[in-house]
């Protein structure tokens, strides 16, 4: 079956980096675009960032235009977020999402659990 | 940016009968969106896409209508697990947006 799992989460120093990883698997992770979304503690969700299926083309929420880089190694079935100048606004759970196609349909179906990251001094 | 107005807040329903949830966008977005379900620690799951359509596995409980700016979610015969959050979320634009969520509650 589908199964999407994060890693990477923690508690980090604001201005600080972390990356994390979404490892996939139960299907052919190279055919299909991959988003990631968020959740901050008792609030809604937020779509953060999507690479198309051979990363040539990524999108960004403006607050983490320039601070994240989402990017993919398709030959192991891994999707990342790299999060760099991390701010307390930042402080969520993360999703990685599986987009139902190649080329965005940018809505979300097998969603990972989760990875909490906080952002705390 | 799109903003999506989702209402009520809460929504408590007895067992066996109706919810009938709304989502409206600031804009126009024709039939570009979805609904979501979320149960407390756990993650979304896709109800609906293209306002409309039920995705794999979805039973015919949960119907979505509307275009444009508005749009509802209806779930027929409230059972225990379909109490939870809803979330309608757009794709007609970026940045692609959620709305505020809806929680279905036991009356």
């Known amino acids: 079956q589908v199964q999407l799992v994060e890693s990477g989460g923690g508690v980090v120093q604001p201005g600080k980096s972390l990356r994390l990883s979404c490892a996939g698997s139960?299907?052919?992770?190279?055919?299909?675009?991959m988003h990631w979304v968020r959740q901050a503690p008792g609030k809604g969700l937020e779509w953060v960032a999507v690479?198309?299926?051979?990363?040539?083309?990524?999108y960004y929420t403006n607050s983490v235009k320039g601070r994240f880089t989402i990017s993919r190694d398709n030959s192991k079935d891994t999707l990342y977020l790299q999060m760099n100048s991390l701010r307390a606004e930042d402080t969520a759970v993360y999703h990685c999402?599986?987009?139902?196609?190649?080329?965005?349909?940018?809505?979300?179906?097998?969603w990972g659990q989760g990875t909490l990251v906080t952002v705390s001094s | 940016e799109i903003v999506l107005t989702q209402s009520p807040a809460t929504l408590s329903v007895s067992p066996g009968e109706r919810a009938t949830l709304s989502c409206r966008a600031s804009q126009r977005i024709d039939i570009n969106l979805a609904w979501y379900q979320q149960k407390p620690g756990q993650a979304p799951r896709l109800l609906i896409y293209?306002?409309?359509t039920r995705a794999t596995g979805i039973p015919a409980k949960f119907s979505g209508s509307g275009s444009g700016t508005d749009f509802t979610l209806t779930i027929s015969s409230l059972q225990s697990e379909d109490f939870a959050v809803y979330h309608c979320?757009?794709?007609?634009?970026?940045?692609?947006?959620f709305g505020g969520g809806t929680k279905v509650e036991i009356k």
């Open positions: 293209g306002a409309s």
């Open positions: 690479i198309w299926y051979d990363g040539t083309y990524k």
């Open positions: 139960g299907f052919t992770f190279s055919n299909y675009a």
């Open positions: 979320q757009q794709y007609n634009n970026w940045p692609l947006t």
């Open positions: 999402a599986r987009d139902p196609a190649m080329v965005p349909n940018n809505w979300f179906g097998p």
